[in-house]
């Protein structure tokens, strides 16, 4: 990208926002930050026991992740974030105004089966479901990128990174997907 933008990378959980994140960040040679690490430990607990969290619970989250990316205004970075619902992405954008959307998108049993691989994650199998229910797929006057999930994470890179550089580029829809 020519200006350094903060982009946060969303999607429901199991999409790879942890492995592409950073893998993103170092792409563009900006800081990445782990959406995860600023929820309280109240939001960890209630997800770790099989419980989706609800707006209210999201909300000092979604707070520090847009402090952080104000912080980051004019310099770039990436942060993850499921930012499943219009109104969490229009949060986001209050704080950081020129926020940019990484939307990671796969199909169900592709993102089941690797949240089934991963170990030690407080997100459980269970509460996909429910992440799907609640995504808002980004809006035509969002700006952002929709990027396949499927194949290796450095495949994933590789079309995120050149679907953010054409964003970039000039006059095009708000919402670019590859």
């Known amino acids: 990208m020519s200006t350094p933008h903060v982009i946060v990378v969303m999607g429901v959980a199991g999409t790879g926002k942890t492995t592409i994140g950073p893998l993103v960040a170092d792409a563009l040679d900006v800081p990445y930050a782990e959406g995860d690490d600023f929820h309280p430990p109240a939001n960890i607990a209630k997800m770790s026991a099989g419980h989706p969290l609800d707006d209210a619970d999201r909300e000092p989250w979604l707070d520090a992740i847009g402090a952080w990316a104000h912080g980051r205004a004019g310099k770039g970075g990436v942060v993850s974030s499921s930012a499943l619902k219009r109104v ?44 799907f229910a609640t995504l808002q797929p980004l809006a035509d006057d969002e700006r952002g990128v929709a990027v396949d999930v499927a194949g290796t994470p450095e495949e994933i890179t590789e079309r995120a990174v050149a679907a953010l550089r054409q964003l970039d580029e000039g006059p095009s829809p708000a919402t670019t997907e590859l």
């Not at 089941?112 to 199998?125: D, I, L, S, V, Y």
């Open 88 to 131: 969490y992405r229009d949060r986001l954008r209050a704080a950081a105004p020129d926020i940019v959307f990484l939307h990671l998108t796969g199909s169900r049993e592709l993102i089941a089966g690797r949240m089934a691989e991963r170990k030690g994650h407080f997100m459980p199998t269970a509460l996909l479901d429910s992440q």
